[in-house]
């Protein structure tokens, strides 16, 4: 009967969303009192446990979120994202420019929010279509598909950071899960997949274009400065992960532990980021100061939608509904991290939104855990790969594309959902391969 319960309250979560338009905070809090109160726990003990799940699950993930958005609004706003980007297409060249534009999109990708990301590199896609006289679409599936994997499976982003979270996965291995997985799916997602598009057309006419502010090229940082600038968080929970694995010393594992905390990673980046990106290149603390203020704006919404994931998730632990999920889930004959992904795959196409739809599947999922052998870590990633699926109509990302290259709906489910769909696919296929080789 919970489990009915359950299923009804996220039926009724989905609506609140897609046919109400509520804002999904507010829809995830209504449908945690809602669902406390149908799953018999008592109206003073269901409001404390949607105030304990949404402080615990922000108390952990709210600083690192913002600090690393303030990175990504300095990366572009200094100019080091349009420096990285310019630099790599230099070495690229003519070519190879579809490989320039894929490892650029990862990259930048990686410190940048999706939709920043988007907005960032669409007018350099537009520039080297014009420069070479190619398609757009062609070009732009590459750096697109970077985007979405580096938003799907890498923390600092929101979605994974929240399922590091969730799942108590170690953010360094999850990074350098992902990157691994991450190269293979690109490179087939993107750039072989987008050799097929060479004939989808795109109206420039008609094209919206929003370019980046103009810099100074006096003032914008080097490339060494901007790459190890910007993934500096990369960088430092990579190494903190892995150096105690390589050199078994307590003292080193210990010093690993505190610096690799990602909330003090991504604090000692943003420091970093301030002097190199910021007064190092003549900006005014007030200007930096600034650019977070816009930031924190941004991203606020993000984060208070986790929160209130956090909340459905603490109210699915305390009524036992979620063991009782997994209970009947272990009866169905499919691995773990395939199920994992198929019910986030499932909720990606319901709702759209693919950090939602990771949360929620990570909620249910939990209990998972206890099973002997299974890798939080690549848990994480496979419920990731399965958020991404199928975007469609009801995905802002899909009108984005739409619109700013003006294609068809037939040729915009021809390339960038069936895009889409195929990182997920090769994204579960590369963890199943991981797998075999880590265990």
Avoid at 173 to 183: A, E, K, N, R, W
Avoid at 248 to 267: A, R, T, W
Avoid at 364 to 372: E, K, R
């Amino acid at each position: 009967m919970s489990i009915i319960i359950l299923t009804a309250c996220i039926v009724f979560l989905v609506l609140q969303i897609t046919w109400f338009k509520i804002n999904p905070f507010i829809a995830f809090i209504i449908t945690s009192l809602l669902a406390g109160l149908l799953l018999g726990l008592p109206m003073t003990i269901v409001t404390q446990t949607v105030q304990k799940g949404l402080g615990d699950m922000l108390g952990s993930i709210a600083l690192i979120i913002v600090f690393g958005t303030c990175i990504g609004k300095l990366t572009v706003s200094s100019g080091a994202a349009t420096v990285i980007a310019k630099t790599i297409m230099k070495w690229t060249g003519e070519k190879h420019v579809r490989l320039g534009l894929m490892i650029t999109g990862f990259i930048v990708g990686i410190p940048l929010f999706y939709s920043v990301g988007f907005v960032l590199l669409v007018p350099l896609i537009f520039s080297v279509a014009y420069q070479f006289k190619l398609p757009k679409v062609y070009l732009a599936i590459p750096i697109l598909a970077s985007l979405s994997v580096a938003h799907g499976f890498l923390p600092p982003h929101p979605s994974p950071m929240a399922l590091c979270n969730i799942l108590k996965a170690d953010i360094g291995l999850v990074l350098t899960y992902g990157i691994i997985i991450s190269i293979p799916t690109i490179l087939i997602a993107g750039l072989f997949f987008s050799n097929t598009l060479k004939n989808v057309k795109s109206n420039s006419e008609n094209t919206i274009i929003i370019a980046e502010q103009p810099i100074e090229e006096v003032s914008k940082p080097s490339f060494l400065v901007s790459i190890l600038s910007s993934l500096f968080p990369v960088f430092g929970l990579t190494i903190t992960s892995l150096l105690p694995l390589i050199w078994h010393n307590e003292q080193l594992s210990n010093i690993c532990k505190i610096i690799g905390e990602p909330s003090n990673i991504m604090l000692l980046s943003l420091i970093i980021c301030t002097y190199t990106l910021g007064l190092r290149n003549g900006k005014s603390m007030k200007n930096i100061s600034e650019d977070y203020v816009i930031a924190i704006k941004d991203v606020a919404l993000i984060v208070l939608i986790i929160g209130g994931a956090g909340s459905l998730k603490e109210v699915m632990m305390v009524s036992g509904v979620s063991q009782n999920i997994v209970d009947y889930l272990i009866k169905i004959d499919l691995h773990p991290y395939l199920l994992a992904w198929l019910i986030a795959a499932l909720v990606r196409i319901s709702i759209g939104s693919a950090t939602a739809a990771g949360i929620m599947t990570a909620s249910v999922l939990i209990p998972l855990l206890q099973m002997q052998g299974l890798d939080p870590n690549l848990l994480v990633l496979s419920i990731g790969a399965g958020s991404l699926m199928c975007s469609h109509v009801n995905d802002p990302g899909f009108w984005m594309f739409k619109e700013y290259f003006n294609t068809s709906m037939k040729d915009t489910f021809k390339s960038w959902t069936f895009m889409e769909s195929l990182v997920s696919v090769l994204g579960i296929v590369f963890i199943f391969i991981l797998n075999l080789i880590i265990h």
